[in-house]
C-alpha cells in the first residue's frame, strides 16, 4: 500500500517562504517521478511542480515559476516544495501524488493530473496580503 503524507503547511505573510515536504511509504520510492499540485477554494486542482525520479528533470506551472524549488530525496523518500515570495493567489491545499510508473515522464504529461495514481491527503497553505 502506499502512503504519501504532506506537512509543513501553514498560515504565512505575502512575501514569506515555506517548505512542503511529502514523506512517502513506498518500497520503490526511486523509480517515481513525482508532483505537486494545489486546489485553492473554489478551483479545480493544478499542477504545481513535478520532479523526475533521479531529480534530472523538473517542471514547473508559469505561475510559480522563479519562486517554488521542487527537490527530492531518495533516501529519505521524500519530496520537497521550497515556496519563496509567496502571494495571495499562492493559498491552497498542497497535494503530492506518485507519477504512473508505466508513463514516460516528460511534458505535457507531468501536467496532467490523469498521469498520477497516488495521492497524499494535502497540506494547507494560506498566505496573508
Known amino acids: 500500500q502506499v502512503q504519501l503524507v504532506e506537512s509543513g503547511g501553514g498560515l504565512v505573510q505575502a512575501g514569506d517562504s515555506l517548505r512542503l515536504s511529502c514523506a512517502a511509504s513506498?518500497?520503490?520510492?526511486?523509480?517515481?517521478?513525482m508532483g505537486w499540485f494545489r486546489q485553492a477554494r473554489g478551483k479545480e486542482r493544478e499542477f504545481v511542480s513535478a520532479i523526475s525520479w533521479n531529480g534530472d528533470t523538473t517542471y514547473y506551472a508559469d505561475s510559480v515559476k522563479g519562486r517554488f524549488t521542487i527537490s527530492r530525496d531518495n533516501a529519505k523518500n521524500t519530496v520537497d516544495l521550497q515556496m519563496n515570495s509567496l502571494k495571495p493567489e499562492d493559498a491552497a491545499v498542497y497535494y503530492c501524488a506518485t507519477y504512473g510508473g508505466t508513463y514516460y515522464f516528460d511534458w505535457p504529461a507531468a501536467g496532467r493530473q490523469s498521469m498520477y495514481d497516488y495521492w497524499g491527503q494535502g497540506t494547507q497553505v494560506a498566505v496573508a496580503s
Open positions: 513506498i518500497h520503490t520510492f526511486t523509480i517515481y517521478a
